[in-house]
């Protein structure tokens, strides 16, 4: 399964963005996770298969919603009350089971770089 994850770019403190993430095949549990520059990759939000099971990083709880649509084999993250410390290259990934753990996942798309301004 290929996977690319669109639609970053510039934006203000307190705008939102949406990313997506379409894959060439069928979608497993799915995350994204974010890399900022001199920092490593951490996670930022899950969804299992069904859609019924999502997990958030603490600092993103509130702001940011994840959600699929398994017929269009696509994953969104809404990213909302963005923040400064939001910018980062953020990637979305796929895993055999729902996890917050980098390990855990096999499949990676190329990311999608989002700058906050303040």
């Known amino acids: 399964v290929q996977l690319q994850a669109y639609g970053g770019g510039l934006v203000q403190a307190g705008g939102s963005l949406r990313l997506s993430c379409s894959a060439s095949?069928?979608?497993?549990?799915m995350g994204w996770f974010r890399q900022a520059p001199g920092k490593e990759r951490e996670f930022v939000a899950a969804?299992?298969?069904?859609?019924?099971?999502?997990y958030y990083a603490d600092s993103v709880k509130g702001r940011f919603t994840i959600s699929r649509e398994n017929a269009k084999n696509t994953l969104y993250l809404q990213m909302n009350s963005l923040k400064p410390e939001d910018t980062a290259t953020y990637y979305c990934?796929?895993?055999?089971?729902?996890?917050?753990?980098?390990?855990?996942?096999?499949?990676w798309g190329q990311g999608t770089l989002v700058t906050v301004s303040s």
């Open positions: 969804i299992n298969y069904s859609g019924t099971t999502t």
């Open positions: 990934a796929g895993a055999r089971v729902i996890s917050t753990r980098f390990v855990d996942y096999n499949y």
């Open positions: 095949g069928r979608l497993y549990n």
